[in-house]
């Protein structure tokens, strides 16, 4: 628990409530069949999103209803985001950059008022966390979009989840709040600007069925490579017994004990009259332990 919390000027916390709201009216205006309305509703809902679900968490009054300047700012960023959205692309670096140090701002903001709450250390880097990216879900949330959060991309959460943890440490460390702060915002924002600059992201998941798959791919590989150089024989050709099956030649002589003629019609109907419904041959004869005692008689491949 700490006596106090990292505290912002009111000027850059409503600039960074305008970048919010900004990045969301852009966003949700490239969208059809949503009327202007809609738009500066998730302009404002990403402008106050993190901080509204922050003080919802922890259950105080949220820090957008406390002072009128807030909303109006927000709704502002809002439809200047949706009426001036290819001016506002040209300058998009320098919405980036801002964009960066808010969600450094609102998770040292979260972080350090839930650890003056008296919460543990690690529920105070959730709430750090999701103050500085709860505007982007409720935006995606609203727009019945998938999150961004949860899929590939530019580390975001990361980000913020880095430089909170940052924070805490020094805070543990003894380093006055305001210090733990501004490291915390620095760290968040150079790590967000240099994966957004290099394509950082977290790995794509793998499923544990895909990588059963790709291991019974590689054991099918080696054993049809074995087959064929030869290091392994298979003990029976089954394709050559489903023609053993299919020959009334075989079947002929092995109901007759191998002596007919498999060229005489009377051999074979005699062959056929004596032989029982109920014996068939043994195609697996040769997998017996004994396969050489009573083994039916050898098949000429030339018959």
Partial sequence: ???????????????????????????????????????????????IGGGFLRDILLGVTPAAFSDNLYLVVATGAAFIGMLLPRLLQKVDPVITVLDALSIGMFGAIGTTKALAMGMPVIPALFIGTVSAVGGGVLRDVMLNIPIALMHVGSLY??????????????????????????ACVIVTAVLRL??????????????????????????????????????ITLPIDLAHLEDLGEDDDFSAREADGGTGDAGSGT????????????????????MRPNPTEDAPPARDPEA
């Fill in 1 to 47: 628990m700490i006596d106090q919390t990292f505290q912002t000027p009111l000027p850059l916390d409503l600039v960074a409530v305008g970048v919010g709201s900004l990045q969301g009216a852009m966003f949700a205006a490239g969208f059809k069949r949503i009327d202007l309305l809609g738009v500066a509703i998730i302009g404002i809902a990403s402008g």
């Fill in 194 to 231: 240099l994966a957004v600059r290099f394509g950082w992201s977290l790995p794509e998941q793998r499923a544990l069925s895909r990588i059963r798959m790709r291991r019974q791919r590689q054991v099918e590989q080696v054993i049809e490579e074995a087959l064929h150089t030869g290091a």
């Fill in 267 to 286: 051999t074979q109907a005699g062959a056929g009259a004596r032989r029982s419904p109920d014996v068939q041959p043994d195609p697996l004869w040769n």
């Fill in 157 to 182: 959460a990361v980000a913020s989840l880095v430089g909170v943890a940052t924070l805490a440490v020094l805070i543990a460390l003894g380093v006055p709040v305001l210090i733990a702060g501004i």
